[in-house]
């Protein structure tokens, strides 16, 4: 491979099928190809560019090659500067010895790569698409009419009289009606009459562990419909204040900011996964009267599309970084069927996500499975099919 000629001040060119990497995260396989839509493109010098001599290797050979664990376990066995800065230079990485199978080789085991990966994207599209229809249905089980966006108006106007917020995209809802509560087979109550919700501990230097360290769960931990608790930080709290953010099997914690749409306001459940568990202040908890609203059927209806909107509608935007309050969480909609209803919802949903869960799992074994096997044809402990 030969290295690109600087363009100006630091920017370097690069064209459609040179190999590009990031000097800091090249250990984690942060490597890429400039794509052939585009021609010419330019990068700063933390990125260093290199044409790939065709009689030699393929573009897309090199980026595995470079994905692959032994070579990252190499790069990180070289790499120098401070601990999570490490940047591999390019006389470092040209100082790798790495295998070089003939170019029919090169291809085969790039085209095994490439149809895998087609077979897992397309396992995560049917998944995707089976999450939309459990929405769907649940919320056809409801009698929520799903409300067509419909075209935006070019102009409009409106009084400020009757804005509630300085947003356009809450004023183009006010005009087109979408702003309103969904309509429905059964009543919308708040849901505050139906629970108790407050704020978790605010993190400071004065309650890193101590005495009395308790498990917390933060924003990360916190997904849509379920909780990652592969990584779990502990927050000081005395044992006369636990009981105000002591979490509860059935509480449900609503994320109060994030900068996308999609992940604004999204709940999770807790079951009591962990002893003397309690959340920050940047989850709002929420305690449901159990004997009028199940957990799980609040979970499921605030992390649909429509179940959100109030929050889309009432979520105040600080530097691109939408949030809820309390105050919000209390007013939000929900419908109430009875109790049985619920249960009889929450039975057939999550028969279905466990379905979901499978094709998931599925697409994620064959993706580790892929990997493996492209390394192992890389080092020459697997054949790679050649074309017949």
Excluded at 112 to 122: K, L, Q
Excluded at 233 to 262: A, T
């Amino acid at each position: 491979m030969t290295a690109k000629s600087e363009v100006k001040g630091r920017l370097f060119f690069a064209r459609a099928g040179d190999v590009v990497y990031s000097k800091i995260d090249a250990r984690n396989g942060a490597i890429g190809i400039v794509p052939e839509d585009m021609p010419a493109v330019v990068f700063s010098s933390e990125y260093p560019i290199y044409a790939v001599d065709p009689a030699e290797a393929l573009p897309d050979y090199v980026k595995l090659l470079f994905r692959t664990t032994s070579f990252r376990n190499r790069i990180n066995s070289l790499v120098s500067g401070a601990s999570g800065r490490k940047r591999v230079e390019p006389s470092t990485l040209e100082s790798i010895h790495v295998p070089l199978p003939p170019i029919p080789i090169q291809q085969a085991i790039v085209d095994h790569w490439t149809r895998a990966t087609e077979r897992v994207a397309e396992a995560k599209r049917k998944a995707d698409e089976q999450e939309q229809d459990v929405d769907r249905l649940f919320l056809e089980a409801l009698g929520v009419r799903i409300r067509a966006r419909g075209e935006r108006p070019k102009v409009l106007a409106r009084f400020f009289s009757d804005i509630d917020r300085w947003a356009v995209s809450s004023v183009v809802d006010q005009v087109l009606q979408l702003d309103r509560p969904p309509d429905g087979r059964y009543q919308l109550v708040k849901l505050g009459v139906l629970a108790c919700v407050s704020y978790g501990i605010q993190k400071s230097p004065a309650n890193r562990p101590g005495l009395c360290p308790r498990p917390y769960l933060r924003v990360a931990n916190v997904r849509k419909g379920f909780l990652d608790l592969s990584d779990i930080k502990e927050i000081e709290v005395s044992d006369r204040d636990l009981p105000s953010y002591l979490l509860k099997p059935g509480d449900i914690l609503f994320v109060e900011g994030n900068g996308s749409r999609s992940e604004l306001g999204r709940v999770a459940k807790w079951n009591g996964e962990i002893e003397n568990c309690v959340h920050q202040n940047h989850l709002i908890k929420v305690r449901l009267d159990q004997n009028r609203l199940l957990p799980d059927f609040a979970m499921t209806w605030f992390n649909t599309e429509i179940g959100r909107s109030h929050f889309f509608r009432a979520a105040k935007s600080s530097s691109g970084l939408g949030t809820i309050n309390s105050s919000e969480v209390r007013l939000a909609p929900i419908p109430l069927p009875p109790l049985d209803i619920q249960r009889k919802l929450v039975s057939e949903i999550t028969a279905a996500r466990e379905r979901i869960a499978v094709e998931r799992a599925t697409a994620a074994k064959l993706a580790e499975d892929t990997a493996r096997e492209v390394e192992e044809m890389i080092l020459g402990r697997r054949p790679a099919d050649l074309p017949r």
